[in-house]
């Protein structure tokens, strides 16, 4: 079957790390560009950070750069962010997608999502 | 990174036809024709239902259509049903090599 399943969302305080994990099955996983997207309680989609196929290229949003590290490991078809710095705006269900094509195209396969949440 | 623009909300009748806009830049909608829509049902995960402007991935039904012209996208449903009452979002890449959404539009089926 094709899906993603996240995990690694927790309770973690200001300031905080966390690494979320995001595993692929039912499809060639390292012929995809892999997204990450949040949505904070009450709030709308936002795109965190992405990963070509190969994982030699990598893209972030100015919310996240400096502090998230995206990665994959092709050998156990699974996807990381590594979360440092966390703040309470980091707050929100997380969710792995696989590209169609390249990262800026449609996502067509999402995870159920896991969610952190930041507070003291 | 200033979000892509969406009204808040739209309704519409049953077997009526609705649409809703995206509006960006020249930076975004309007220089690539990296456009898409996701409709996402609260608690479930977000469903893709246009890509590159308006092409329909396999399973979505023909009652959906995507269009742009200049930095406006546009998402129309005709022949409204029930089942389609969601949050919609709309994203387009830019030039900045990153990702945008816009801020969601709620659906109201009457």
């Known amino acids: 079957e094709v899906q993603l399943l996240e995990s690694g969302g927790d309770l973690v305080q200001p300031g905080g790390s966390l690494r979320l994990s995001c595993a692929a099955s039912g499809f060639i996983f390292s012929s995809y560009a892999m997204t990450w997207v949040r949505q904070a309680p009450g709030k709308g989609l936002e795109w965190v950070s992405a990963i070509s196929g190969t994982g030699d290229s990598t893209y972030y949003a100015d919310s996240v750069k400096g502090r998230f590290t995206i990665s994959r490991d092709n050998s156990k078809n699974t996807l990381y962010l590594q979360m440092n710095s966390l703040r309470a705006e980091d707050s929100a269900e997380y969710y792995c997608?696989?590209?169609?094509?390249?990262?800026?195209?449609?996502?067509?396969?999402w995870g159920q999502g896991t969610l952190v949440t930041v507070s003291s | 990174q200033s979000a892509l623009t969406q009204p808040a909300s739209v309704s519409g009748s049953p077997g009526q036809s609705i649409t809703i806009s995206c509006t960006g830049t020249s930076s975004d909608i309007g220089g690539y024709n990296y456009v898409s829509w996701y409709q996402h049902h609260p608690g479930k995960a977000p469903k893709l239902m246009i890509c590159?402007?308006?092409n329909r991935p396999s399973g979505v039904p023909d009652r959906f259509s995507g269009s742009k012209s200049g930095n406006t996208a546009s998402l129309t449903i005709s022949g409204l049903q029930a089942e389609d009452e969601a949050d919609y979002y709309c994203?387009?890449?830019?030039?900045?090599?990153?990702?945008?959404f816009g801020g969601g539009t709620r659906l109201t089926v009457l």
């Open positions: 590159d402007v308006n």
């Open positions: 994203s387009s890449y830019r030039n900045t090599k990153i990702v945008v």
């Open positions: 997608a696989k590209g169609s094509g390249g990262y800026a195209r449609g996502l067509e396969l």
